[in-house]
């Protein structure tokens, strides 16, 4: 269970926007994270605090193939990504890399700016604690539970 303040964007926000090719010369998961949402927020890095959530229209995360793009989201603090739908790649590169994702087309039209938001990875309820609603999203089945949980598919296949 997370609970943050809301991020909130429209349709089709690419990963050109999540964090420009022009920071990709770094493998410092905190410098990206430094310039992320920067093209279209220039504030989300100085606002976002550790457990904030994101939420989208459609289509998120189209465009590149970058596991960037949600390294950067992830590493600035960003706990769960909710969204009408991800760009497939996106959705597949942000599980790999443990950041929480959710499709919920009634969530990603009625949650606002600003709303705090309480998501269970569990049963896939996301509460608009500031609204009262909730509204139901499909969870992740266990194993991929255990991946986010793990940080990643490699931390969570990696023998310790």
């Known amino acids: 269970m997370v609970t943050g303040k809301v991020f909130k964007y429209g349709d089709n926000v690419d990963t050109d ?34 457990g904030d959530i994101m939420v989208a229209n459609r289509n998120f995360g189209c465009g590149s193939s970058r596991e960037h793009a949600p390294l950067a989201i992830k590493t600035s603090g960003i706990s769960c990504v909710i969204a009408s739908t991800f760009a497939r790649i996106f959705y597949r590169n942000a599980i790999n890399i443990g950041l929480a994702i959710l499709e919920c087309d009634e969530a990603a039209a009625d949650i606002a700016d600003g709303d705090e938001v309480a998501v269970d990875f569990d ?10 609603k909730t509204y139901q999203a499909q969870p992740f089945p266990p194993f991929i539970q ?10 969570s296949i990696s023998t310790k």
Request: with cysteine; hydrophobic share 45%; proline share 2%.
């Open 17 to 50: 926007v999540i964090i420009p090719a022009r920071y990709l010369n770094t493998a410092s998961a905190k410098e990206l994270a430094s310039h992320c949402m920067e093209d279209i927020d220039k504030e989300f890095v100085n606002k976002v605090k550790e």
């Open 123 to 132: 049963t896939g309820v996301i509460t608009n604690v500031t609204t009262g």
């Open 146 to 155: 255990n991946i986010i949980a793990a940080g990643g598919l490699l931390n």
